[in-house]
């Protein structure tokens, strides 16, 4: 193969060695006002013009390549994913299930007996008549049930029922002490 | 970008992914094929687009538009493809990429395949920054500049990896046809 003039490279050979992709740039604008100079050159120029064949011929050998498409179903999975992550999540407590549920009820009915024991030892240390006794038992069941129900408020429905179970037995135990009583 | 791609990333941004599908769905083929052909495994590539996938989604935000979409959605694909090139390969890489399907006559598809096989197992000796000049540049026709985009390199160093990308593809190939009886 004979070169323009010999084998040595000129300047122009030399840029349109390094701005190889530009020889059969596709109007992207990335040649920019070389390419007119280029393309003159290498149309005398055998070592340039092997350049630019090369180029054209890896780029034939590449396109024989086949063009698999995405397979079916993948932008589906993706979206199917994205819903999944965008609909409401399941809080901790209904994650864990009736176990934990069981566990807040148990948690609140200690509370309640708690709070009955309470107004057993305020009804024994304190003499009060009858009537006056119920007022404060009552009172004082008021703020444990609602200092509870202000605990157990974000614990969602499972939470909830605990919560009326723990009302419930709470209220048991604070009727039963001021019975005995 | 236009207007309809602007609306659609609109959509897409306060949480509409059927959207976000729409505006994906252009680029995903050759999202795919980006990943098939750095990677070389077809369920590999699969869960790299997904994985893309759900992070462009989880990163519209950061989209700013001053590139193309597809453009900033292949170098997520293409980074999340090198991340994963740089963990350790479970099994050597497999033939797979070649397991395509043809819509030609049988004749013909015998000839692609032989000449793919050639191709694309010249291709997978180069290395990934190689690969993926010659995929988006030969393969996919994108602009340099996008390549350059995509991979982040400046776009001097892109052509000079497109120059040898093609002197190297072009000694594998040549060598294979020696070696070919």
Partial sequence: ?181 | MGTGEAELLQAARQGDHEAFARLVRPSLDTAYRLALRLLGDAAEAEDAVQDALYSAWRGLARFRGGAKFSTWLYRIVWRQCVDRLRRPQPAALTEQAADVSFDNDPATRVETLEAESRVERALRQLPAAYRTVLTLFYIEDLPIKDVARITGLPLGTVKTHLHRARKELRKLLEESEVMQP
């Fill in chain 1, 1 to 181: 193969m004979t070169r323009h003039g010999a084998k040595r490279r000129t300047w122009l050979c030399r840029l349109a060695e390094r701005t190889g992709a530009l020889i059969e740039d596709r109007g992207d604008g990335a040649r920019g006002l070389w390419q007119g100079l280029l393309q003159r050159h290498a149309a005398h120029c055998a070592y340039c013009r092997a350049e630019l064949e090369e180029a054209v011929w890896i780029r034939r050998e590449l396109q024989t390549l086949a063009r698999p498409r995405a397979p079916e179903g993948l932008m589906e999975s993706v979206v199917a994913r994205i819903a999944a992550e965008q609909a409401p999540q399941p809080s901790a407590l209904e994650r864990a299930g009736w176990r934990a549920a069981a566990a807040v009820g148990l948690l609140f009915l200690a509370l309640g007996i708690g709070g009955a024991v309470a107004v057993w030892a305020a009804v024994d240390s304190v003499s009060l008549s009858p009537g006056e006794l119920v007022m404060e038992a009552q009172a004082l069941a008021d703020e444990v049930l609602s200092a509870m129900y202000a605990a157990a408020h974000d614990v969602g429905l499972a939470g909830q029922m605990g919560l009326a179970l723990a009302w419930g037995l709470a209220g048991c135990a604070v009727a039963a002490a001021l019975r005995s009583a």
